[in-house]
């Protein structure tokens, strides 16, 4: 019997290695890795750059409490900054914690820096936020939510896209708009350009801050570093992890300078804040991105792999849609995927699902045409098989 508390549903499968775009299980099986570890490994497996930065650093200093100057962390807060539409940056462990930093500043900066007490927080339905109380609270999906009665105060849902829904949600106590410009867990759904635009009006004209949650969007992901950058907006706060750091746990939640004076000394911390290691490879890991051109070869892969996508599975009946911004893709199909998955996983592919009837794509930013074309001949093959079985069995 396992240690563990049973909190996650594995597939059958133990990863014991990864370099680049493959991953080994412990039987020695290589993969194809289309999910990097849920768009964490953006930048593939163990890459050198993050590597030796993270070995240079274990030699200097782990852990420094922040009662003291870190210059790690003012250089990855710097190089966010710099290459962003924020001012400032507060590191933290994991997207959850961000997306918490951020709620917790819209707070205040209405309550002390504005001093009208506002409150409220507005996001989407099928939206993902985290698991801790306040964002499981904001996702805007029940199941994330059952047994942890009761939820903070504070939190109303509209659906995507729905701009007359979402104006109809806010009230005189209403602090902030918290939205995915792509909805990643909740099926790849994408936020119309014409709506993030309105709503970044809507939200100035009451006053309210716009948050994006760009935990899995951000670091490149969908062909700019950051997902805002393709809507012609810029939010007051946007938060960031999974693809931060190359695999190593950390998250930020970045604001504009006006937010600033809301996070007073002893307001918001932990303890392992931005520690040398975390923000080592965080450094490394941008200045790679950047070296690289990630978000642009991101923009290009995505593009290639959804128009090849739809050549192979093109007539398919149990396809629906194909659909993404740059490397997250979806691939909606008519039933639930959970077979499908299982049998792309036997067949060398690791890809994941996006709710119960969309696969999910999300290879690293350097993906080749190679390994695309080899993903797409195992998808396809795969999917033209249960669409032969069905016609058969019908
Ligand atoms: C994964 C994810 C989170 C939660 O991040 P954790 O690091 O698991 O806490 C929040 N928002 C979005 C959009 C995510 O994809």
């Not at 806010?170 to 995915?180: H, P, R, S, W, Y």
């Not at 969908?222 to 950390?250: N, R």
Request: aromatic residues 6%; negative net charge; hydrophobic residues 45%.
């Amino acid at each position: 019997m396992s240690s563990l508390f049973p909190t996650f549903a594995r597939y059958p499968i133990t990863i014991v290695k990864g370099k680049g775009s493959r991953l080994w299980d412990d039987q020695g099986k290589e993969y194809l890795d289309f999910m990097t570890g849920i768009a964490v490994t953006s930048l593939g497996h163990v890459p050198e750059r993050v590597q030796n930065a993270l070995v240079s650093q274990l030699d200097q200093l782990w852990h420094v409490s922040n009662l003291f100057y870190n210059p790690v962390q003012e250089k990855a807060a710097k190089l966010l900054t710099d290459n962003s539409c924020a001012d400032a940056v507060f590191f933290c462990n994991s997207g959850a914690e961000a997306n918490e930093a951020a709620i917790k500043l819209a707070r205040r900066y209405h309550q002390k820096v504005l001093g009208n007490g506002r409150y409220e927080i507005v996001t989407l339905t099928h939206s993902f936020h985290g698991r801790t109380l306040a964002t499981l609270t904001a996702t805007g999906q029940d199941k994330v939510k059952e047994g942890f009665l009761p939820l903070p105060q504070g939190f109303v849902h509209v659906p995507l896209n729905d701009l007359a829904a979402l104006e109809a949600a806010i009230t005189d106590q209403t602090a902030a708009v918290m939205i995915e410009l792509v909805q990643a867990e909740g099926g790849v759904h994408l936020a119309d350009p014409a709506y993030v635009k309105a709503v970044r009006e809507l939200c100035d004209r009451h006053g309210i801050l716009l948050i994006l949650d760009e935990v899995q969007t951000g670091m490149g992901r969908t062909g700019k570093l950051f997902a805002y950058e393709h809507y012609g907006i810029e939010p007051d706060i946007f938060t960031l992890a999974k693809g931060i750091a190359s695999g190593f746990p950390v998250g930020a939640m970045l604001g504009k300078a006006a937010l600033v004076p809301a996070f007073t000394a002893g307001s918001h911390g932990s303890t392992f804040s931005g520690t040398p290691i975390a923000t080592a490879a965080i450094a490394a890991t941008i200045e790679t991105m950047l070296l690289e051109k990630a978000p642009e070869r991101a923009a290009a892969s995505g593009e290639l792999l959804v128009s090849k996508l739809k050549q192979a599975l093109a007539g398919l009946p149990n396809v629906t849609d194909v659909r993404g911004l740059g490397l997250i893709v979806g691939i909606e199909c008519a039933g639930p995927v959970a077979d499908i998955v299982a049998e792309l996983h036997k067949r060398g592919l690791l890809v994941i699902t996006a709710g119960p009837n969309v696969l999910r794509l999300l290879p690293n930013l350097l993906v080749t045409a190679e390994e695309i074309d080899e993903a797409v001949g195992i998808i396809a093959a795969v999917l033209s098989e249960q669409a032969a079985a069905l016609s058969a069995s019908n």
